[in-house]
């Protein structure tokens, strides 16, 4: 079955930086576009980064320039650089499989203050 488990959440002051990863397994991760989403308390489920199968990285307005989405394709694993971060990036961070989305992780809390 698929499995998508982040990790690399934490608390850094504004101006810091993270990575996540999310691990995939039980699909043929090569082939699927993967998605990284945003969810902060009391708002909408927000987009951030999606990269394709062939590694062209797409991004949401407000994190343009900031976060870098990558993947490594032999570690069925897809990254998410967090850097410049705001108190705004403040949200439950989770990898999705697919277009649309058809599997989530479990999430990794970021907090920035």
């Known amino acids: 079955h698929v499995q998508l488990v982040e990790s690399g959440g934490g608390l850094v002051q504004p101006g810091g930086s993270l990575r996540l990863s999310c691990v995939a397994s039980?699909?043929?991760?090569?082939?699927?576009?993967m998605h990284w989403v945003r969810q902060a308390p009391g708002k909408a489920r927000e987009a951030v980064a999606g990269?394709?199968?062939?590694?062209?990285?797409l991004y949401a307005d407000p994190v343009k320039g900031r976060f870098t989405i990558s993947r490594d394709n032999a570690k069925n694993t897809v990254y998410l650089q967090l850097d410049s971060l705001k108190t705004e990036d403040t949200a439950m961070y989770y990898c999705?499989?697919?277009?649309?989305?058809?599997?989530w992780g479990q999430g990794t809390q970021v907090t920035v203050s």
């Open positions: 990269i394709t199968d062939e590694g062209t990285g």
């Open positions: 039980g699909f043929t991760f090569s082939t699927y576009v």
């Open positions: 999705c499989k697919g277009t649309p989305p058809d599997n």
